[in-house]
């Protein structure tokens, strides 16, 4: 506005004027920012050596095109559904309400298993096969609702592969509920109480001591990875630096329990509470699970300290 003009105004209308003038540009660019871009976060046993991966997402992408796809791991243990479902309680705290978890672990593809879509109480989807792979985040989360994955316009092909679901189904599926589509549309509602769920004995906590079981190994390192809490070993009475006796299937040894790998010489093992907040086993710079030759599952048993001291001394 010119100069001469604004001298003829009143000072209270210049100054509502100046800040219109200053404001308007701040709200022209906060109405133009782009929405954030829809998120898939997704994981699989299909490994890297092959198409596989590249051509579930190349199907997502056919449906949106401004997707962005999170690769959580190809590399579960194949038909691992522990393992999946393990990884899924891991990793789901760290997204927001609205992500889509797509998760194709399926060994029973082409059976009667349903393919689903899951709403957590959180608010986040999970696009998978039934078999399981919801048990832990159900059991930490809480489940919402859940439908059965049916309407044809979801999936992709007329005539469906009996063994590539995670191309046909799983994926478009996914893509179409990160649009932003009706989800109730992808088919018939699935009491939450009726999904399939995984046995798990949970770890056991008595007057003796301490039971559960090596669950899995960390990735490539070799690290044990258990069902015990950290919390729960902790009740024990066991303090860092003392000496724990460990029965892990039938190897029994006594370990030093520590705060990380570099409080143990090189080569040497430990007893620590891994970062997901777990009891685990490792050796300094070296695995486990190769050196004493554990897989799991296999039962672990830890006494309590002082029926630990008694039974050393009979």
């Known amino acids: 506005m010119p100069h001469a003009i604004l001298q003829r105004l009143p000072r209270r209308l210049i100054v509502i004027v100046l800040v219109l003038g200053v404001a308007a540009p701040v709200i022209a660019a906060a109405h133009d920012a782009p929405s954030p871009r829809p998120t898939i976060v997704f994981m699989t046993d299909f490994g890297v050596v092959d198409d596989s991966v590249a051509i579930c997402k190349g199907v997502m992408y056919s449906i949106v095109p401004d997707l962005r796809i999170v ?3 190809h590399q579960v243990t194949p038909f691992s559904i522990l393992d999946g479902a ?18 194709v672990i ?7 298993r349903r393919a689903v879509v899951v709403k957590s109480k959180r608010g986040q989807y999970f696009v998978l096969p039934d078999n399981g792979l919801m048990t832990l985040v159900q059991d930490r989360d809480g489940l919402e609702a859940a439908r059965e994955i049916t309407n044809p316009a979801w999936m992709i092909g007329a005539a469906l592969s009996s063994t590539f679901h995670g191309r046909d189904i799983f994926s478009p599926a996914g893509a179409h509920l990160a649009r932003g589509d009706d989800w109730t549309q992808v088919g018939p509602a699935v009491e939450v109480d009726k999904l399939v769920r995984l046995d798990l004995a949970p770890a056991k906590l008595d007057a003796h001591g301490l039971s559960g079981e090596v669950i899995a190994t960390d990735g490539p390192f070799g690290n044990l990875v258990t069902n015990i809490s950290g919390d729960d070993f902790l009740k024990l009475g066991y303090a860092r630096e ?14 030093p329990f520590v705060r990380t790998f570099s409080d143990v010489p090189l080569k040497k093992p430990l007893v620590y509470i891994d970062s997901r907040g777990r009891l685990g086993f490792a050796v300094n710079q070296g695995s486990f699970s190769a050196i004493y030759g554990i897989k799991p599952p296999q039962p672990v048993v830890i006494l309590r300290p002082r029926i630990s001291a008694r039974r050393s001394t009979q």
Request: net charge positive.
């Open 106 to 112: 399926d060994p029973g593809v082409g059976s009667t």
């Open 86 to 103: 393990r990884f899924l309680y891991g990793a789901t705290p760290y997204y927001p309400a609205g992500t889509v978890f797509v998760v």
């Open 71 to 73: 690769d959580l791991t």
């Open 242 to 255: 003392q000496t724990v006796p460990v029965t892990i299937g039938k190897k029994s040894m006594t370990l």
